[in-house]
């Protein structure tokens, strides 16, 4: 009676986590390409000045995590904070291409880009490190770059087209690969600090992650005269529905990180995949019927293709975990 007790406590965890993460992210991709295609104003001027939103969530993020270690940390010897410099410059640059995209392709066709992460993995394996992949990891990839390409080269419906403020698909997309290039480097980053420092929570990560974002986008955002950053400002207090999109936007990012990190030290990173990789899907639907971003049957084929090619890799992890849990057991 215990443990079927336990077990139900396990589910009732994993499903609040499920909903706190879609809840989280969906929103926040709705408020994000509110803040990007919205006209403020009875001049109707778009908000052109998009990296703000990642120093916005640099400093919100940096003070929750900050607040989170001193409340729930039982100290220990992590990461020190400045061994993230490295990872926050490519950490800092990528996601500001990723917003910066969305002036040139629709939040679907950014979301569908972003989830080819496997593809520059698995070139960047196989051409610097001679690693060989198995056929369904190709499989995989095949369908992925199949449905992004598919997608890339339907044609855009003109309500959509008429939403974002250059529209330019070649540019959109080359900003997205290069951020997923730039996230490559900053996951790999990460894991060998984590792997120097066993003892560096997930607090310590998202604190020093935010500590060099913050400084390194405040010398972007206020570093001269007439930096962007003050256009941003005076954006937000001409218009302060805008700054209360922003501050919405950083508290869901803040809130989708703490059920992330609690579903993978619970329930392991490959449930994470799993949730965040449906929360894309679910994402594209939503953006689709509240944001006005109509997709053609081609482009619903194109994400099928995609996100069928994304569920087989984790039915694949998800059965080299459990073959590898075999093993130990038998030993």
């Not at 990839?141 to 003109?158: E, N, P, W």
């Not at 997923?180 to 120097?196: E, K, M």
Request: hydrophobic share 45%; net charge positive.
């Amino acid at each position: 009676m215990e443990s079927h007790g336990a077990g139900l406590r396990r589910v009732l965890l994993l499903s609040v986590c499920v909903v706190g993460i879609w809840s989280a992210y969906i929103y926040q991709g709705v408020l994000q390409e509110t803040v990007s295609t919205k006209r403020f104003g009875p001049e109707k001027k778009r908000f052109e000045h998009l990296a703000f939103l990642n120093l916005a969530q640099n400093v919100f993020c940096l003070n929750w995590s900050f607040i989170m270690i001193k409340i729930w940390s039982n100290g220990g010897d992590g990461a020190p904070w400045w061994s993230y410099w490295s990872a926050g410059i490519t950490n800092t640059i990528g996601p500001a291409m990723g917003i910066e995209a969305l002036k040139y392709i629709s939040y679907p066709a950014q979301v569908l880009a972003k989830s080819s992460k496997m593809i520059p993995v698995m070139l960047m394996g196989t051409l610097v490190y001679g690693i060989r992949y198995t056929f369904p990891e190709y499989l995989c990839t095949l369908l992925v770059a199949g449905g992004v390409s598919m997608f890339a080269l339907s044609k855009t419906s003109s309500k959509t087209i008429s939403k974002l403020a250059h529209p330019n698909a070649p540019l959109g997309y080359g900003l997205c690969f290069l951020n997923l290039a730039f996230d490559g480097f900053t996951n790999a980053t990460q894991d060998s600090i984590t792997a120097r420092y066993p003892k560096t929570s997930a607090w310590n990560i998202m604190l020093g992650m935010n500590i060099w974002g913050t400084i390194y986008n405040m010398i972007f955002m206020f570093g001269w005269p007439n930096a962007i950053g003050f256009e941003a400002i005076q954006f937000c207090k001409q218009h302060p529905e805008v700054a209360w999109d922003i501050f919405l936007y950083c508290l869901c990012g803040a809130i989708g990180q703490n059920f992330i990190f609690l579903t993978i030290s619970r329930f392991g990173s490959l449930t994470n995949t799993t949730i965040t990789t449906t929360r894309k899907f679910v994402s594209i639907v939503v953006s689709s019927l509240l944001s006005g971003n109509p997709l053609s049957y081609k482009q619903w084929g194109s994400v099928v293709m995609v996100f069928s090619g994304l569920s087989y890799q984790i039915y694949l992890k998800w059965r080299k975990l459990q073959r590898m849990q075999r093993k130990k057991k038998a030993m």
